[in-house]
C-alpha cells in the first residue's frame, strides 16, 4: 500500500505519534490492532509489552510470555516457568538464618528468572523482639546458646610431676543441664601428646556412657599446659541431675594440678579428687582405681561445661504469632488455624518456683557434717503469710536419696498445715535444690510455722554452729528437731545442742504455658532446611576488631576487601560508613586527625538493598604529647615481615621529635632497631624448641658475616641466622638450608654468597635451639630467661608484640587442615603470651592480627607457581583473623593486658605491595603491572604497620 491511498484522518483525530505516551499503569489499558484482513481487535498491552501478571501459584503456567512479563510469587517449585538451564524455578523459604516471604518471577525475552530478598525473622529472634512487649510478659527464657554452666575453672595453681600419670577420672557433681561441650586442662610432661580420650559415665567410672571422645592427630607441646576443648557428637542429657563421672586418658605422661588434702587445698569442693587414673599411656577405659595416700590424693580437675542448644520456652500467644509469620515465609507448612489448633493440644502447664528471697547456697561452700546419722531436719521458718512454695537444699552422703517427706506445721501445737512424699533423685556426695508446690498457706493468725523434711537415706548438714560467724546472706532457720534412721514415718528428735541452720527459700508456684519438645522440634525441623543444591547464598563478614588506632598527625586507613569477607563481587556491595571524623572513599575508609579522642564508627554492607553485615566499633585518637618523658620498650616477635625490623624503622626514623622515648628490644638487629623476626617461623616455633642451629665459635674475624648469608661446610649449605661478634670475636648461629649433614664439630665454613668472610674457621661447634625464649635447662620456654640470656630489660607497662600466622597457614590447601592449624595456633600463642604475663607482670602483649596479602593472584603464582592460590589463602588468614578477635577482642582479654592490632586492616595490599613492568608475553613486548610478591609488603606498607604500632604505644601511656 502506498501512502497516497492512505485516508486524510480529520483534523485532531489519529494525528501520527512519535512513541507511545506513558501511563501510570497499563495493566488494564488496551491498544487498536489491524489484522491482515483490514478488521480491528482490541489487544491489552500486558499480553504484547508485558506487564505485571497477578500472583503466581504452583500451578500457574505463563504460556508463551513476551518480553518483561512478570508475576509475584511465594517460596515453592514452579515447574512452568523455566530458567536458562531450562529447569524449574525453585524458590526457597529460607536462606541462611533468614526467610523469603515474596519473589518477583521476570521474562527477559529468553527465560524466566526469580529476585528475592531474604530477611530476618528467625524463631528466636522474633521472640527475643516479642519478649520485651509487656503484651508477652509470660515468656520465659528464649535462647540460651553458648551458655557456661560452670564458669569458675579451678585453677592449676599447684602440680606435681613426681608420679607417672597419663590420665585422670573424676567425679563432676551432678549438674542437672543439657551439654555438649566440656573444657579441661592437661600438662603435657616430657613429651608431645597426640592422643586424649574422653569420656562421660553416670553415677561412676562403671556407669553407663554417656559421651566419648577421640581426639587423635594432636600435637600438644611438651612441658606446657593445654586447654582441651571436647565437642560430644550428641548432647548429654543430665537434666534428672545424676552424678557424672570425667576420665580421660593420653598417650603419653601428664603432670597432675592441685594439693593434697592435708595441705592448703586450692579448690572450692572436694568433689573434684581423683579416683581414678592410668600409669603407663594406655588408652582403655575404666581406668585403674586410685588408692594411693600420697600428696597427689585430692589432686583437682580442671573442668568447664557448655551448651550450644538452643532452648524455646515461649508462652501459647507468642508461639501464635511466630508460627503465622513462619507460615507466611514457608507455604510448606500447615495452614495457620491447623497449626493454632496443633499448639493448643500441644502445649503444656508448667509449675515455676519464684521467690523474692536469695538463691540458696550450694554445698560448694557449706559445712558438711558428717560426725553423725541423720536423714532430715525441722526448723521454724518464722511466720510468712500468703506462700505456696517453698525451696530446701539436700546434700545425700553415700548413698542416692529417692524420696524425701516434707511438712509445713504450727509452732505451737504441731497441726500439719501442708505436706507430701516428693520423688527425687539426689546422688551420692551431691547437693541439690528441692522446690515443692502446696496449696497456698494464708496463715491470717501470722503463726509461727515450722519445715521440716525427712530422706530415706542419710544426708549432711549445713550452715555452721550458731556461735560461730555465719557465711549464708539469709537469716538463719535453726534446727530445732532432727531424724536420724532415714525412716520416712519416723518422728522428729529435739536438738538440745551443736544447733545447724537450715536454709529455706519461702516463695510461690506460678503456672505457665509452655509449648512440648515435640512441638517445638516440629516446628524447627519444618522451618530449618538447606536452600536447594547450587543455589547461590550470598553473606558478608566484617572482620575487623571493635578498637582502631590512630595518631594526630598521622593518616590511618581502612581498606574494605581487607575486613570482607564474602562471595559477591566487591563492586555489587553497597558499603554506608558513619563516622563523625573519618572520610568514606570507594575503597577505604579514611582517618587524617586533628584531635584526640574515642569516636564511634559504624559500618554497614548491603546487596541488592538488603543488609548482609554491621559493625560498631571505635576508633581511638592519640594526642601526639602523651608519654612526654616517658621511656617505652617494645620487644617484638614475628616471621619475615619483622625479618630486618621493618615495621618499626619508620618509628625510629620519627623518633627524633617525638616526646615519648621508645626503646625496641631483641637479640637480632643493629641499635636502635632490635628485634626478634624470623624468616619463615611459626607459632609453633617460638612456642616449643623451635629450630635447630648450630652455634660456631668466632675469632679474628674482618668482615662479620650478614644475616642470610649463605655457607658452606661438610657437603650442607647453611645460612647466617643470628650474629653476636665483638672485635671479630663472639660467636654467629647457622641453620641448615640444604644437605644431609651437619656441620663439622671442627671445621671451616667457606662462603657461597652474601656479605662475610670468605673462609671462617672454628673450632666447638654446638648444636643448640634457635628459639631465643627456649630454655635448655627446664626444656621448656622462658620469657625471664631470655631476658637474662640475652640483656634484655622489660617492665611493666611496656609491650611485648607478635605478628606470626602468615607461614602457619600458607600450607593449608583444605578447610580441615586450616581449621585443625588454626587450633593449635591459638593453643601455642596463649601459652606464649601465658610465659610473658608470668615473666613480666603488667606488661602489654600486642597481638597484631596478620597482614592481608597482595591484592592480586600474579604475585602468588610468581612465588610458587601452583602451590597456593590467593583465594585459598586469604580463606585461611581471614579465617584466623576471626578467631583472634573472638579470643582477644573483649573486654577479659584487654583486662589481662591482651590486645588485639589490626593490621590485618589498616594495609594498602594494592598499591603498597611490590610490582613491577613486565612483557604482556614472550610475542608482545607491551609493558604492564605485575604484582611479585604475595605476602611481603614495600616500605610504605611496613610504615602502615609501624604507625599502627605507634597509635597504639600513645593509647596506653
Known amino acids: 500500500m502506498s501512502d497516497e491511498l492512505l485516508p486524510t484522518p480529520p483534523p485532531g483525530e489519529l494525528s501520527p505519534i512519535d512513541e507511545i505516551p506513558n501511563a501510570s499503569s497499563l495493566m488494564n489499558a488496551k491498544i487498536l490492532g489491524i489484522n491482515n484482513d483490514g478488521t480491528t481487535k482490541l489487544f491489552k498491552i500486558s499480553d504484547i509489552k508485558g506487564d505485571y501478571k497477578g500472583q503466581a501459584v504452583i500451578e500457574t503456567n505463563p504460556g508463551s510470555p513476551v518480553l518483561a512479563q512478570f508475576y509475584s510469587a511465594k517460596p515453592g517449585v514452579y515447574t512452568h516457568f523455566k530458567d536458562a538451564d531450562n529447569l524449574s524455578l525453585v524458590i526457597p523459604a529460607k536462606v541462611g538464618d533468614d526467610f523469603v516471604l515474596t519473589a518477583v518471577l521476570t521474562f527477559d525475552g529468553e527465560h524466566w528468572s526469580a529476585m528475592y530478598s531474604p530477611i530476618e525473622i528467625s524463631l528466636e529472634g522474633y521472640a527475643d523482639r516479642k519478649a520485651i512487649d509487656d503484651n508477652f510478659n509470660g515468656t520465659q527464657e528464649i535462647v540460651s546458646k553458648g551458655k557456661s554452666f560452670n564458669t569458675t575453672l579451678f585453677p592449676p595453681s599447684f602440680y606435681f610431676n613426681g608420679d607417672v600419670f597419663s590420665g585422670a577420672g573424676s567425679p563432676l557433681g551432678n549438674p542437672a543441664i543439657k551439654f555438649n ?8 610432661q616430657s613429651t608431645i601428646i597426640t592422643k586424649v580420650h574422653v569420656r562421660i559415665t553416670k553415677n561412676n567410672r562403671f556407669g553407663d556412657v554417656l559421651g566419648f571422645k577421640q581426639l587423635n592427630g594432636l600435637s600438644l607441646a611438651a612441658n606446657t599446659e593445654h586447654l582441651i576443648t571436647v565437642v560430644f557428637d550428641t548432647v548429654i542429657d543430665n537434666t534428672a541431675g545424676y552424678q557424672l563421672y570425667f576420665e580421660y586418658a593420653a598417650d603419653q605422661r601428664t603432670d597432675t594440678f592441685g594439693v593434697g588434702q592435708s595441705d592448703h587445698n586450692p579448690f572450692p569442693q572436694s568433689d573434684f579428687a581423683i579416683s581414678s587414673y592410668n600409669m603407663n599411656g594406655s588408652m582403655v577405659f575404666p581406668l585403674e582405681q586410685d588408692t594411693s595416700t600420697g600428696p597427689d590424693l585430692g589432686t583437682g580437675v580442671l573442668v568447664e561445661f557448655f551448651n550450644d542448644e538452643m532452648v524455646y520456652t515461649p508462652n501459647t500467644k507468642l508461639l501464635t504469632e511466630v508460627n503465622n509469620e513462619i507460615v507466611t515465609a514457608h507455604p510448606a507448612l500447615p495452614s495457620l488455624q491447623e497449626t493454632t489448633d496443633l499448639l493448643n493440644k500441644t502445649s503444656e502447664l508448667i509449675d515455676v518456683f519464684e521467690s523474692a528471697e536469695e538463691p540458696l547456697l550450694k554445698a560448694v561452700s557449706s559445712y558438711q557434717d558428717t560426725s553423725s546419722t541423720f536423714s532430715g531436719w525441722l526448723a521454724p521458718i518464722g511466720s510468712p503469710q500468703n506462700f505456696s512454695g517453698i525451696n530446701f537444699n539436700v546434700r545425700a552422703r553415700g548413698t542416692e536419696v529417692t524420696a524425701i517427706y516434707w511438712q509445713i506445721c504450727k509452732a505451737s501445737d ?3 498445715l501442708a505436706s507430701g512424699t516428693k520423688v527425687v533423685s539426689v546422688p551420692p556426695a551431691t547437693s541439690k535444690d528441692i522446690p515443692i508446690g502446696f496449696t497456698q498457706i494464708v496463715n491470717a493468725g501470722n503463726d509461727e510455722l515450722l519445715f521440716g523434711y525427712k530422706a530415706n537415706q542419710f544426708i549432711d548438714a549445713f550452715g555452721v554452729d550458731t556461735n560461730e560467724e555465719s557465711i549464708f546472706p ?19 528428735n529435739p536438738i538440745s545442742s551443736g544447733q545447724r541452720n537450715l536454709w529455706v527459700q519461702i516463695g510461690a508456684f506460678v503456672t505457665k504455658a509452655k509449648p512440648t519438645e515435640g512441638f517445638m522440634e516440629r516446628i524447627q525441623s519444618e522451618i530449618d532446611f538447606p536452600p536447594p543444591s547450587g543455589m547461590f547464598v550470598p553473606y558478608v563478614n566484617i572482620i575487623l576488631n571493635s578498637k582502631i588506632y590512630a595518631l594526630v598527625g598521622k593518616q590511618t586507613n581502612i581498606y574494605f576487601k581487607n575486613i570482607l569477607d564474602t562471595n559477591i563481587a566487591f563492586d555489587l556491595l553497597d558499603i554506608d560508613v558513619v563516622c563523625l571524623v573519618g572520610t568514606q572513599y570507594e575503597k577505604f575508609l579514611r582517618f587524617d586527625p586533628v584531635a584526640s579522642g574515642n569516636f564511634d564508627v559504624s559500618i554497614k554492607v548491603r546487596y541488592q538493598n538488603v543488609l548482609l553485615a554491621a559493625y560498631n566499633g571505635k576508633i581511638n585518637i592519640s594526642d601526639t604529647a602523651n608519654g612526654t618523658g616517658e621511656a617505652l620498650h617494645i620487644n617484638l616477635f614475628g616471621d619475615s615481615t619483622n625479618a630486618a625490623g621493618q615495621p618499626q624503622q619508620i618509628i625510629i626514623d620519627e623518633q627524633v621529635t617525638d616526646p615519648l622515648d621508645i626503646i625496641f628490644q631483641g637479640s637480632l638487629g643493629t641499635a636502635p632497631n632490635l628485634f626478634e623476626g624470623r624468616g619463615g617461623w611459626t607459632i609453633g616455633d617460638y612456642a616449643g624448641a623451635g629450630r635447630t642451629f648450630y652455634k660456631i665459635p668466632v675469632t679474628g674475624l674482618t668482615t662479620t658475616p650478614a644475616p642470610g648469608a649463605i655457607y658452606t661446610n661438610n657437603s650442607s649449605t647453611f645460612g647466617v641466622r643470628e650474629i653476636n661478634v665483638s672485635s671479630g670475636t663472639g660467636y654467629i648461629s647457622i641453620e641448615k638450608i640444604s644437605g644431609p649433614n651437619d656441620p663439622l664439630t671442627d671445621g671451616t665454613l667457606i662462603k657461597d654468597s652474601g656479605t662475610g668472610d670468605a673462609n671462617i674457621p672454628y673450632t666447638g661447634m654446638s648444636v643448640v635451639s634457635g628459639n631465643p625464649l627456649w630454655n635448655p635447662g627446664t626444656s621448656a620456654i622462658d620469657y625471664s630467661y631470655y631476658l637474662t640470656n640475652r640483656g634484655l630489660t622489660m617492665i611493666s607497662g611496656d609491650i611485648f608484640g607478635i605478628h606470626l600466622g602468615i607461614n602457619d597457614l600458607y600450607g593449608s590447601l583444605d578447610d ?4 585443625y592449624n588454626i587450633d593449635a595456633m591459638i593453643t601455642l600463642l596463649k601459652s606464649i603470651l601465658t610465659k610473658v604475663h608470668t615473666a613480666v607482670p603488667g606488661i602489654n602483649c600486642a597481638i597484631m592480627s596478620p597482614i592481608m596479602p597482595s591484592i592480586s593472584q600474579d604475585a602468588f603464582g610468581e612465588n610458587g607457581g601452583t602451590y597456593q592460590n590467593r583465594a585459598r ?8 583473623q576471626k578467631r583472634l578477635i573472638l579470643e582477644f577482642d573483649n573486654i577479659d582479654a584487654e583486662t589481662d593486658k591482651n590486645f588485639l592490632i589490626p593490621w590485618n586492616a ?18 608482545n613486548t607491551d609493558q604492564i603491572v605485575r ?3 604475595a605476602v611481603h609488603p614495600v616500605t610504605p606498607g611496613y610504615n602502615q604497620m609501624g604507625d599502627q604500632l605507634k597509635a597504639f604505644a600513645k593509647s596506653i601511656v
Open 931 to 933: 604484582y611479585i610478591n
Open 873 to 880: 589463602y586469604v580463606r585461611n588468614i581471614q579465617s584466623y
Open 414 to 416: 504441731f497441726s500439719i
Open 816 to 819: 580441615e587442615s586450616m581449621q
Open 906 to 923: 589498616i594495609i594498602d595490599t594494592e598499591n603498597n605491595f611490590p610490582k613491577q613492568l613486565v612483557d604482556a608475553n614472550s610475542r
Open 181 to 188: 561441650i566440656v573444657k579441661f586442662t592437661i600438662k603435657a
Open 474 to 492: 539469709n537469716p538463719p532457720f535453726t534446727i530445732a528437731h532432727y531424724v536420724v534412721n532415714g525412716n520416712l514415718e519416723a518422728s522428729f
